[in-house]
């Protein structure tokens, strides 16, 4: 009776978060908390994107007394700023939405009481403090037209509550404690890890809960896609050109790829990373750094790709080794499968 077994003892993702975080006996529950709150951001703008068609047909949101109804991305990055400041474990938090990062004001950086026992007890035993960079809605010229647009984000630990400063956000990749994405589409998935492989877990809409659909996800190790936006050919530097030309032409026997390109990084990188191939959003003469951007676009997701298995690429490095001057900072990026990399790499370093 597995079957049955499978169907009534749900992994949600709460449960999945405290399972790990068992092999931490240092961890008191912090990101437990954090997580739970960026969790109902993304379920306040599953429920947003749902209506959103609507709303301009009956009107939701109140603009009967004529008042202009939010922009969705504006609704959405609101809701999470607040979740994240009231999970009371948040210090900076950086939104694609907002030209500053955010300072949390020191009182709700944590529960100083608590502290003051834990201090007594032992010194380094502190609430942990984090960090948050994302993009609320990503994709956002899908919405009208009602396709895929989802939540990233990324998250770091702070080094000392006390002194924060925009440094604790000007990190590499490499420290990232955690990345993950919602993808508002036809069902509503988030993708998670935390330093520990790439889970993924589906929103049952009756329960309101996350719960684990895709366990230990892993990339193929070579893809039969490859997603970008070729209107840009003209201006792209050689081995990008070289590379895509492959794709279509490939002069060793094997078969040509398909092109698949939504226009929604969540939407791109999820397929990537299910079916396996290559998201690039290279460099080009126009856009010398590319578009996206390194905190909470090439970051979050070069982070779970490594994590499944493959790799991100800028171009020059590893992208998770890129060490961000500013917050809104981008950067060329090639990511996906690790052969499928392996590629680019080749044709980037015959160049130099
Ligand atoms: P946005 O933050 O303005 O929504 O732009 C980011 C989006 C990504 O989701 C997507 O990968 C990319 O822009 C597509 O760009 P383009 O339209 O140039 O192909
Ligand atoms: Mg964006």
Same mark, same amino acid.
């Given at each position: ?5 499978q ?17 931490h006996?240092?961890?008191r ?8 709150? %960026?969790?109902?951001?993304c ?6 994107? #749902?209506k959103?068609g609507?709303?301009?047909?009956i009107?939701?949101?109140g ?31 950086v939104?694609?939405?907002n030209e500053?990062a955010?300072?949390v004001?020191?009182?709700l950086?944590?529960?100083h009481e608590?502290?003051?026992i ?11 403090g ?10 956002s010229?899908?919405?009208d037209?009602g396709?895929? %647009? ?10 000392d509550?006390?002194?924060v400063?925009l440094?604790?956000?000007?990190q590499p ?7 993950? &994405?919602?993808m508002?589409?036809s ?14 877990f589906?929103?049952d809409p009756?329960?309101?809960?996350? *719960?684990?659909t ?5 990339i193929?190790n070579r ?7 070729? =209107? ?12 895509v030309?492959?794709c ?10 398909s092109l698949r390109y *939504? ?6 990188v999820?397929?990537?990373?299910? &079916?396996?191939?290559?998201f690039?959003y ?6 010398? #750094?590319g578009?996206?951007r ?13 994590q499944a298995? =493959?790799?991100?690429f800028?171009?020059k ?12 900072d981008?950067s060329?990026?090639?990511l =996906? ?7 680019i790499?080749?044709l ?5």
């Open positions: 009776h597995a079957a049955e077994a169907r009534t003892d749900l992994m949600t993702i709460t449960r999945h978060v405290l399972n790990e975080q068992g092999r006996p240092e961890s529950g912090d990101f437990t908390i954090l997580l739970s709150h %960026i969790v109902l951001g379920k306040f703008v599953a429920s947003a994107v #749902n959103a609507l709303a301009k047909l009107g939701l949101a603009d009967t007394n004529g008042e202009e109804q939010k922009k969705l991305d504006v609704l959405s990055n609101e809701v999470f700023v607040k979740a994240l400041v009231s999970s009371g474990r948040t210090c900076v938090l939104s694609e939405e500053e955010i300072i004001d020191a009182p950086r944590g529960n608590f502290d003051k834990m201090v007594t007890v032992s010194s380094h035993q502190k609430l942990h984090y960090c948050v960079c994302f993009d609320p809605l990503d994709g010229s899908n919405i037209c396709v895929s %647009i989802g939540t990233i984000f990324g998250i770091y630990m702070i080094k509550k006390d002194n400063t440094d604790d956000v000007l990749g490499t420290d990232m404690l955690a990345a993950g &994405y919602c508002y589409g069902s509503c998935t988030l993708v998670l890890s935390t330093g520990n492989g790439v889970n993924g589906t929103l009756s329960l309101g809960e996350f *719960i684990l895709h366990p230990n996800i892993k193929p893809g039969k896609i490859y997603s970008v936006n070729e =209107g840009n050919a003209k201006n792209w530097d050689a081995p990008t050109a070289k590379f030309e492959k279509k032409f490939p002069q060793d026997g094997s078969p040509s790829k *939504i226009g929604s990084m969540v939407a791109d999820h397929r990537t990373l299910l &079916y396996g191939g290559i690039l290279p460099a080009d003469q126009k856009s010398p #750094n578009k996206l390194v905190l909470y676009e090439v970051f979050p997701m070069s982070f779970l790709m490594e298995g =493959g790799q991100a800028t171009g490095q590893r992208a998770l080794e890129l060490v961000p001057r500013k917050i809104h981008r060329p990026i090639f =996906g499968s690790y052969d499928d990399v392996e590629d790499k080749a980037y370093a015959s160049e130099s």
